[in-house]
């Protein structure tokens, strides 16, 4: 079995991490593959040192976009556009760094925030800057991350605004956006309708700037070597290095820092050991692009060419399907978990969500009725975009790659 | 203008798609979502607007964009 039991979906065991051997590391630095980077450590690689952007900390939004950071949280949204929205409302303002990293195959938020918490915290600080915050909050469901992050703002002291950390229960929709603002304002961690938008009205009522951890992390990075440096790896529209997750039928899962640009092949080659003999497939986004068939091999790491390719980058997790995992028995084990991790706040979602589960069920037992695979393709188009978060969204998508994946699922 | 539906409000009553078709729609469970991008005819203003004071669970909005 290459992927977590569908009832218990948050795992605990940690892989180790490392670096692509082509590139100089940003993130996974020698000395950081398996422990934590001290403040000392940090500040002798120049964490904290924002003083090129010191005098005019809201012109920053113009180096991201110059560097073209997108968001690593999943939907690969542009990082300047995002601060600018947040810095047009009126302040003051709200940062928070979400590592509630609620994606079932992805541990690389974790690794970073267990290893570099100080840089995590080090890009949160320049947002609050950036966007003119006076609350800065890290936003994390995992006790080893709390407790890292913690750790590190201790052994930081003093700064303006002092961060905070706000921790809730694991689970996939408790970091969506909205959710996040939600538990922040002391609810449930739930998603709600939109609009309003956190950067319009998001913790306290006032525009927030929510960003994935990795993001923030590499923002960090850009404040002290520039735009063009970044741009030194990657592609012109997914520039730079990524953290992935890479698990399943290879011979070294772990989370890796690689290039993007690199065919999912030949990151499975260059750092995870290779892929196992007999692989049909992926399950890419950490699970929320689906399946991919195994001529996604090819499949360049960029979000726009594998959006292209009816599939998604997602948070970076990708796991590859060996000869022993059933893609239909895989389809009907991720299709439980939808439907027992859906809030039931949305009967869309609610109905839906148990209506592929139970159809995914019946293909595996070899019972599937007349119009099944119809019904799957049929949901995997209309069901995007119509709950109040994109959890659904993940699940038409599973129903829809599964029917494109072919063979075992096309022929019952 | 465009109309808004609050797919946690929903309860699938079917009043809105009954009221004003052209603006709402319902999908199989009987749950409401917008057709398109929610944007609102201009013949269709006055049923939109019957729409939101019918929802039985007050879960449709009208915006000015």
């Known amino acids: ?412 | 203008m465009k109309a808004v539906v609050d797919a946690t409000k929903c309860n699938a009553y079917g009043t809105c798609a009954e009221i004003c078709p052209s603006v709402f729609t319902l999908d199989e469970w009987g749950y409401a979502a917008v057709a398109g991008d929610g944007t609102v005819p201009a013949d269709a203003v006055e049923s939109a607007r019957a729409a939101v004071a019918d929802c039985p669970e007050k879960a449709i909005t009208l915006t000015a964009a």
């Open chain 1, 1 to 412: 079995m290459t992927i977590a039991p569908p009832h218990h979906p948050v795992r605990t065991a940690l892989p180790r991490a490392a670096a692509h051997p082509a590139i100089t590391p940003r993130l996974v630095v020698p000395g950081s593959e398996d422990a934590a980077l001290d403040l000392a450590a940090e500040r002798a690689l120049g964490t904290y040192d924002n003083s090129a952007h010191a005098a005019d900390p809201a012109a920053f939004p113009d180096v991201l976009e110059a560097a073209g950071l997108r968001g690593r949280g999943g939907a690969g949204f542009p990082a300047h556009i995002k601060w600018r929205g947040v810095a047009a409302g009126a302040g003051p303002r709200v940062v928070v760094a979400n590592g509630e990293e609620g994606e079932p195959a992805s541990y690389k938020d974790r690794w970073l925030l267990t290893h570099r918490p100080h840089l995590v915290l080090d890009g949160l600080l320049l947002a609050a800057r950036g966007v003119g915050a006076d609350r800065a909050i890290v936003y994390l469901s995992h006790p080893e991350t709390a407790d890292a992050v913690r750790t590190a703002i201790a052994e930081l002291g003093p700064t303006v605004p002092a961060p905070e950390v706000h921790t809730v229960a694991p689970t996939y929709v408790a970091g969506e956006e909205s959710a996040v603002c939600r538990s922040i304002n002391g609810g449930p961690a739930l998603p709600t309708a939109k609009p309003p938008r956190p950067y319009e009205s998001g913790v306290d009522g006032r525009p927030t700037l929510i960003s994935n951890v990795e993001t923030l992390a590499h923002a960090a990075w850009i404040s002290r070597h520039g735009a063009a440096a970044y741009r030194a790896e990657g592609t012109a529209v997914s520039a730079g290095t990524t953290l992935v997750t890479l698990g399943g039928a290879c011979a070294r899962p772990g989370v890796y820092e690689v290039p993007l640009g690199r065919t999912v092949g030949e990151l499975f080659a260059e750092v995870a050991g290779g892929l196992d003999a007999g692989v049909h497939g992926f399950l890419m986004g950490g699970w929320f692009a689906g399946l991919a068939g195994a001529e996604h091999t090819a499949t360049v790491l960029c979000h726009d060419e594998l959006r292209a390719a009816g599939s998604g980058l997602g948070c970076g997790a990708i796991t590859a399907l060996g000869a022993d995992d059933d893609p239909l028995r895989v389809a009907a084990d991720i299709a439980a978990w939808y439907a027992d991790e859906s809030a039931a706040q949305c009967g869309v979602c609610l109905n839906g969500t148990k209506a592929i589960r139970d159809t995914f069920a019946r293909l595996a037992a070899g019972d599937g009725a007349d119009g099944d695979v119809a019904k799957l393709a049929r949901w995997g188009q209309t069901l995007p975009g119509r709950g109040a978060c994109s959890f659904l969204d993940g699940a038409a998508a599973l129903a829809r790659t599964a029917v494109a994946y072919g063979g075992p699922v096309t022929t019952v």
